[in-house]
């Protein structure tokens, strides 16, 4: 008897090891791609298990646990992805970073470029910031992206909230939070995450001023919250011409209200587009050229390229530059340029702007940059996923760019459409006729995937209610 006992716990050790081996080597035989699409499927899924086991506390208490839930969502799966993915900053990545070393060290030089160009100085002046306060830190553009990330998922679930309910706004932060190329472009040190949080907070600024009585102080926030965007990506006036468009056209208070509404907005962000100015040509030495967007048109207009930056035109810059040496002469020169393509294109810009949104669409650049970049020191090689990180993305923002034009439908056949989703979707439409006709790029979508995501959610709320409606119909 005592010698079947110990073969018994002998038996019992030698499974529990066994057990322990195979479960520390059970991925071994795993392909690396199945397992990152493992992994992120069942955060999602577990995120959304957990709003549905803690939906009567969530959707019946306050919007304060709602915002954590989704911060907490935001920061964990933003902290994965920089723990484990180091990427090294190439292209305009890098020419950011060293442009912002420079700026803190004193020592900028081909200033001209810039004055042709300020917006390319925006950035690395913001960043040159944070270099001074403490020192120039590899991981520290990551970390501003994840701080700012955060805060954009909780104010997309306060917007939705407010013009949906606590379900569908919960649903919208949480679909932010875990959007893969949101995440991705945590990783870059760029202008974009930054400014697709800001553009956000000054929506979040507007559904706070609609909804309050001191609605005045939240519309001067979100003018001077645009005019911040505008400094990192100059087109943070589309949502200022946006909002006053649906001021005018949707808001049903009287038209002494909509004027004043319209001046806050304007003269808030005007006063700080002209302080911002001021900063940068204070770096450069040169003012804001007029014909700002020159150049951008004129590489826009081109059919060969798609509207992408090209060595061609790149030369002729490099000779109207050394030629002229005038930051606003040139822009203008390029500006003329521009124009006449797009004069000779004639009824060929229909097919053009076509191929323009094709670019648009293409979700390869975030795959790749996540592959090729990668550091020596990150954590989790993943060179060979290039096609499973594809898959993710091209899959999630199908999902997006279907519901985002659903909605988009939904909003132009609304007659009393919610103001904020209305604003959204004129600010949405504004920008993509701007990428139709200014230089194209596949990473620029990158500032507005936020804003999509919160239309796409809104798109699926509306076409779900409207089929339970016709289904309801048929039924009687």
């Known amino acids: 008897m005592f010698f079947k006992k110990i073969l018994r716990y002998v038996e019992i050790v030698i499974v529990g090891l066994l057990c322990i081996l195979l479960t520390v080597n059970i991925f071994k035989g ?20 957990t709003i549905y086991f803690l939906r009567e506390k969530f959707f019946d208490g306050n919007v304060v646990k709602r915002f954590i839930f989704i911060l907490s969502v935001s920061v964990f799966i933003r902290f994965l992805a920089v723990y484990f993915l180091g990427l090294t900053p190439q292209g305009d990545y890098a020419i950011y970073l060293s442009v912002a070393r420079k700026i803190k060290n004193g020592n900028l030089d081909n200033k001209l470029y810039f004055g042709i160009f300020p917006h390319a100085l925006n950035y690395p002046i913001f960043i040159s910031l944070f270099y001074r306060l403490l020192g120039e830190r590899t991981w520290l553009p990551r970390i501003i992206n994840l701080i700012f990330g955060t805060f954009e998922a909780a104010f997309g679930t306060y917007i939705m909230e407010k013009c949906t309910n606590p379900r569908i706004g ?14 991705t472009f945590t990783l870059l040190s760029g202008g974009e995450p930054i400014y697709a949080s800001i553009i956000i907070t000054a929506v979040f600024f507007l559904t706070v001023g609609f909804n309050s009585k001191k609605q005045h102080f939240w519309i001067v926030a979100a003018g001077i919250t645009c005019a911040v965007a505008n400094f990192f990506r100059p087109t943070g006036i589309i949502l200022i011409i946006a909002s006053i468009l649906v001021i005018f056209l949707y808001s049903k208070v009287k038209i002494t209200i909509k004027i004043k509404q319209s001046l806050l907005l304007v003269f808030s962000f005007a006063v700080i587009v002209w302080a911002t100015g001021f900063v940068t040509s204070s770096v450069s030495g040169y003012t804001k050229p007029s014909y700002s967007f020159g150049w951008n048109l004129f590489i826009g207009a081109n059919e060969q390229t798609q509207g992408r930056w090209n060595e061609k035109d790149a030369e002729l810059f490099d000779e109207v530059k050394n030629n002229l040496g005038d930051p606003s002469e040139i822009q203008k020169h390029f500006f003329k340029l521009g124009v006449e393509r797009y004069k000779n294109m004639g009824m060929r810009v229909i097919p053009h702007f076509r191929k323009k949104l094709g670019v648009w ?3 390869s650049y975030v795959s790749r940059v996540i592959t090729e970049w990668q550091t020596q020191y990150t954590r989790f090689k993943s060179g060979d996923l290039q096609q499973t990180y594809s898959l993710i993305i091209n899959l999630y923002n199908i999902l997006i760019m279907s519901g985002a034009i659903a909605a988009l439908l939904f909003l132009s056949l609304e007659e009393k459409p919610p103001l904020i989703l209305k604003i959204i979707s004129f600010y949405m439409i504004g920008s993509i006729m701007l990428f139709m006709v200014i230089e194209t790029a596949a990473r620029y979508k990158g500032a507005y995937y936020s804003v999509l995501t919160i239309l796409a959610v809104y798109g699926y709320c509306k076409t779900g209610g409207f089929i339970k409606k016709r289904l309801s119909r048929n039924n009687q």
Do not use: H, Q, R, T
Not at 38 to 48: G, T
Not at 170 to 182: H, K, R, T, V
């Open 30 to 49: 795993v392909n690396k791609s199945l397992l990152v699409v493992l992994v992120y499927s069942l955060f999602y899924a577990a995120s959304l298990v």
């Open 361 to 363: 669409f293409d979700e």
């Open 170 to 183: 919960m649903i919208g932060g949480l679909a932010i939070a875990l959007n893969p190329s949101i995440i």
